[in-house]
């Protein structure tokens, strides 16, 4: 699957395309097909999401699992700051990095 | 310490409502990201993994208590309450908001601090040694001298927008703690027959073409300086490349033309230089020195009482000897076991405020190790100091020791990374985190980067690690032999590289070797020069 992410121009907080909006949580993330580069330059000209790409990700239960580490670990936080990650009441939410 | 004029103040000011006015037109969608990032990045402002980070520039890594508590106040108002202390000296902030950066810059500017130069193809943050002003072995103190490369080098029209970024250090000691020559230039002041000059060296880098600088001029007089290190940038701006980043840098200049063919244009270009009046009239570097002035040091001499063992091994591993009687340099660790190297959290900024007015003539300074200095300490004072230390966490009596890593953000927060830096550097403190191990294994600098791009020095490091992408997987390459000291270096790869557990014991297994092998008061990185690599790759690679 191919998502959808970038960086909320504003607040620079990872996002993830949703289908109709943007997430910070790669969860509520879509998978955007074919249609990822017309979104992308809409989303980007309205302003909406600064400096988005389009990454590989897996489908999994809890959710899309980006492919490389470097977009996992910009959907969680960094591996070394459980506490400013997105869960920091789970210190084996890092586990889902590696 | 340097203090702003009216002329510094209002520059600062200006540029603040400047970037401010840029900001808004982008958040209002006036200008897009491609015409807003030039503009950002000249104002430190990166997007990053997470957030915009901003690097706030410290000069020649010097700051007051005063500064000091801006930073620690930075980090808990607008980021998340801590900072990063970066190997140019700088802290950086990771977690900023694009609409808070210009009150975050309007607020640094009340204590005459910006973040304008810390990024861009442009002069950056001149560095310097961390001891300047207080080390027994200086010929004269650097920081006038850097002091005045800053002034000559912020919004210098010509070198704005060079080939690419370019950095500058400047030392007056024989030891060099500034891997001065792995700047594009590096500076040693010295003296010739009584008469102040510097060696000039150009060239040098780290990244992915390392390359230490060459002598370009054995002694450019004091008044000359600056016209000959325009000539230096003129050279460059005018032949550098600008088709192809990765060969942009002076360099890449140097090497393909030859140290002697830039020589030769140095010195023409200086002949003409020379004559336009750049070199500033003595009284401003009066002006600028009497900054730098010594501070009111007590007469007495009380050496500290050594009783308590702790603080002892500190005093031994930490605090360095003074110029002046009575006075010790003290180095804080930003390297506890397990912990990130270079973060501080506010409050342990703010504790290092407080010691430095109470105990360092108000002055501190950020080291290249991102370590933290205080360099005016009466030994009296030393065990006061330590037990604030302690309490704070911030008594690791480790400086220099094999847990001193110097590792880069890395992929945990840097975009540009391919491997986490800060695990590997939390695993090898960890395993090596007995201070009689560390103790016996003496100086061993090691360094990680994780990417090529070679923030973390790693090729400057006696054991050097650089992480990097194999197929999605981190995977970690070791580097034997190099070093950013007067004995510099860079270092070699040794073979396949490792995962992330693998270096770590890769490393164990050549601490091992040095201990088997080593003679005498060797220290790692003198062994392995004499006793060559096949040891240590025998033991490794097995």
């Known amino acids: ?98 | 310490m340097y203090k702003y004029d009216n002329y510094d103040q209002a520059m600062v000011d200006a540029r603040v409502a400047e970037f401010r006015d840029q900001i808004n037109r982008r958040i209002a969608g006036e200008i897009t990201e491609d015409q807003f990032k030039p503009l950002r990045l000249m104002n430190g402002l990166y997007l990053q993994l997470h957030a915009y980070m901003l690097r706030v520039a410290i000069p020649y890594g010097t700051l007051d208590s005063r500064q000091m508590r801006m930073l620690a106040h930075i980090a808990r108002k607008y980021d998340r309450d801590y900072g990063h202390f970066t190997t140019r000296q700088n802290i950086q902030y990771n977690w900023i908001k694009l609409e808070d950066c210009a009150d975050i810059l309007e607020e640094l500017a009340t204590v005459e601090m910006h973040a304008i130069q810390t990024s861009g193809n442009c002069i950056r943050n001149i560095s310097s040694d961390q001891y300047a002003g207080a080390a027994a072995d200086e010929v004269t103190d650097p920081r006038p001298w850097a002091e005045l490369l800053r002034q000559w080098s912020t919004f210098h029209p010509e070198f704005s927008y060079l080939p690419r970024k370019f950095k500058i250090a400047v030392i007056a000691s024989p030891e060099d703690r500034a891997a001065m020559r792995l700047h594009d230039i590096g500076l040693e002041l010295v003296r010739q027959d009584g008469e102040l000059g510097a060696r000039v060296f150009v060239g040098g880098g780290m990244g992915r073409t390392p390359m230490i600088a060459p002598e370009i001029n054995p002694f450019v007089k004091a008044d000359d300086l600056l016209s000959y290190l325009e000539a230096c940038l003129r050279v460059y701006n005018r032949y550098g490349r600008r088709d192809n980043m990765y060969k942009a840098r002076i360099k890449i200049l140097i090497h393909e033309i030859g140290a002697d063919a830039y020589r030769r244009q140095v010195a023409e270009e200086f002949a003409h230089v020379k004559t336009l009046g750049i070199d500033p009239p003595l009284a401003e570097l009066e002006r600028i020195s009497a900054f730098f002035a010594p501070p009111a040091y007590d007469a007495a001499n009380i050496e500290p009482d050594r009783n308590d063992p702790d603080f002892a091994v500190w005093l031994d591993q930490n605090v360095k000897p003074h110029k002046q009687a009575g006075y010790a340099i003290v180095n804080i660790s930003l390297k506890p076991i397990g912990g990130i190297p270079g973060d501080a959290t506010s409050k342990q900024i703010d504790i290092m405020a407080d010691l430095a007015e109470k105990y360092s003539f108000d002055e501190l300074r950020v080291t290249h190790a991102q370590n933290v200095v205080l360099p005016y300490v009466a030994k009296r004072d030393l065990y006061a100091v330590w037990q604030t230390l302690r309490d704070a966490e911030l008594a690791d009596a480790n400086l220099d020791l094999i847990s001193d890593i110097i590792a880069c953000p890395g992929l945990d927060y840097c975009s540009l990374a391919n491997a986490r830096s800060i695990p590997v550097a939390q695993k090898i403190a960890t395993r090596f985190a007995d201070m009689d191990r560390q103790r016996d294994l003496g100086e061993l600098k090691l360094k990680i980067s994780g990417c090529i791009n070679a923030c973390g020095h790693h090729h400057a490091g006696h054991i050097g690690i650089l992480g990097v992408d194999k197929k999605g997987v981190e995977n970690y390459q070791l580097t034997f032999g190099g070093s950013g000291a007067e004995d510099v270096s860079i270092g070699k790869i040794i073979g396949p590289g490792f995962d992330e557990d693998g270096v770590v014991d890769a490393v164990e297994k050549a601490t091992e070797v040095y201990k088997a092998l080593r003679e005498g008061d060797e220290r790692f990185v003198d062994t392995y020069r004499r006793v060559g690599l096949e040891p240590f790759k025998e033991a490794i690679y097995g």
Not at chain 1, 52 to 59: E, S, T, V
């Open chain 1, 1 to 98: 699957m191919k998502l959808l992410t970038g960086n909320d121009l504003v607040s620079g907080a990872v996002t993830w395309w949703t289908g109709n909006g943007w997430s910070i949580h790669v969860e509520d993330a879509t998978d955007v097909g074919e249609h990822g580069e017309a979104i992308l330059h809409a989303e980007e000209g309205a302003r909406r999401v600064n400096a988005p790409y389009i990454i590989d990700a897996l489908p999994t239960e809890d959710g899309p699992r980006p492919a490389h580490i470097k977009d996992r670990i910009r959907a969680l936080g960094p591996t070394v700051r459980t506490d400013l990650t997105l869960k920091p009441a789970d210190p084996t939410a890092g586990d889902w990095i590696i």
